[in-house]
């Protein structure tokens, strides 16, 4: 049912039939219980109406996923063409977005984690997540951002984790998961695509030295019947590539040898069951990378943005037909459904059955 605001989101649906029922019916309270639903979102403007959040809880999910943009709080000047302030443009003289203060950065966070809905779903369900350029402090930041060392405490301290969590003393975000009995784990890896990453321009690295070691680690250790990797900016999309070079988005596309040596870990780790989640774009899309040769099945990515900000909102009516243009004009070689969810609401469920995991797309609009 569409209402008057558009938010993008998608939930994960791992259903388990009755047989399984009754396995956690069965187990003992030293077992973990299955987990048979999963929500993950991004792009929540702490300032605007979030409604999306009751929509959320009716779905009841046991893990709720943050994919970044968790706040917004950078500052965003006004565009501006002309004058001596000029923020848009090839000519532009100052930039468009500057970081907040400290005390601004806690009280935006503050503003989030106090939203009426948002903290009834920090209540029934496990919050995780990881950030985005705008929580991380400015948009498009990277390793050379200096705030980044205390937003990542503001971060944590939203996400209310725990003071002796090795989080709080690395040098990044990142953090793996796992949920689940054995036979029926899920494993979350969570991905920094901010603190270590190089400039835009430079082909160079998205993760940094220190957390490719670790991810390495958690794709060669214990196997489990799903790995979800959740990248705060997509990673099998390719539309800078057809864009380019009229305008650019962030993506993994953008560092080509880092996406193919992540494609390349995943293969050689025999990992069964590895798919991406990500976030940033304002709009919902998948997209599928057929490997099928190298990790013996296709990769996926389900881009699910955002909780408050769409893109089908940055042109007011009665103009906004054009995004919609835009959308079925812009090639994406990767991409699987329907252009449409590039201008339009999108809420997608994978179903888990007890004989094998298998995906199930219905498009819902909230």
């Known amino acids: 049912m569409a209402t008057t605001i558009t938010t993008l989101f998608f939930f994960f649906i791992l259903f388990i039939a009755a047989l399984a029922v009754k396995e956690v019916e069965q187990q003992t309270s030293l077992e973990q219980p299955i987990i048979s639903r999963i929500a993950f979102g991004s792009c929540a403007n702490q300032s605007a109406p979030q409604p999306i959040w009751k929509s959320i809880i009716d779905f009841n999910p046991q893990v709720f996923i943050w994919l970044g943009d968790n706040i917004y709080g950078d500052i965003r000047r006004p565009y501006k063409l002309f004058g001596k302030e000029r923020t848009i443009g090839p000519w532009k003289n100052v930039p468009r977005f500057v970081p907040a203060s400290e005390t601004e950065m806690q009280l935006k966070y503050h503003i989030a984690k106090n939203n009426s809905g948002y903290s009834l779903l920090r209540k029934k369900s496990q919050v995780i997540g990881t ?59 969570l991905l920094d695509t901010r603190y ?125 037909f054009l995004v919609e243009v835009a959308a079925w004009l812009t090639p994406t070689t990767m991409r699987l459904i329907s252009p449409n969810c590039r201008y339009r609401s999108c809420t997608y469920g994978m179903v888990l059955s007890e004989k094998s995991w298998f995906l199930v797309l219905s498009l819902v609009e909230i």
């Open 196 to 320: 270590h990453r190089d400039p835009l321009s430079s082909d160079g690295s998205i993760l940094g030295d220190s957390q490719w070691t670790w991810l390495k680690k958690e794709l060669n250790g214990p196997k489990t019947e799903i790995t979800i990797i959740g990248s705060s900016i997509q990673v099998l999309s390719n539309l800078s590539a057809t864009t380019g070079p009229l305008f650019y988005m962030e993506s993994w596309g953008r560092f080509p040898r880092e996406r193919d040596r992540l494609f390349k870990l995943i293969a050689s780790s025999k990992r069964n069951g590895v798919f991406f989640i990500s976030g940033d774009v304002h709009f919902g899309e998948i997209a599928r990378y057929d490997c099928a040769n190298a990790t013996g099945y296709p990769l996926y990515d389900i881009t699910s943005s955002g909780l408050t900000q769409a893109v089908e909102k940055v042109i007011p009516e009665p103009l906004a």
């Open 131 to 189: 950030w985005d350029d705008h929580d991380y402090g400015l948009n498009d930041a990277g390793k050379e951002f200096s705030d980044k060392i205390v937003n990542q405490k503001l971060m944590l301290d939203f996400l209310d984790e725990p003071q002796d969590s090795p989080r709080r003393k690395q040098a990044g975000v990142y953090a793996s998961y796992t949920f689940g009995p054995k036979g029926k784990q899920v494993k979350v890896i």
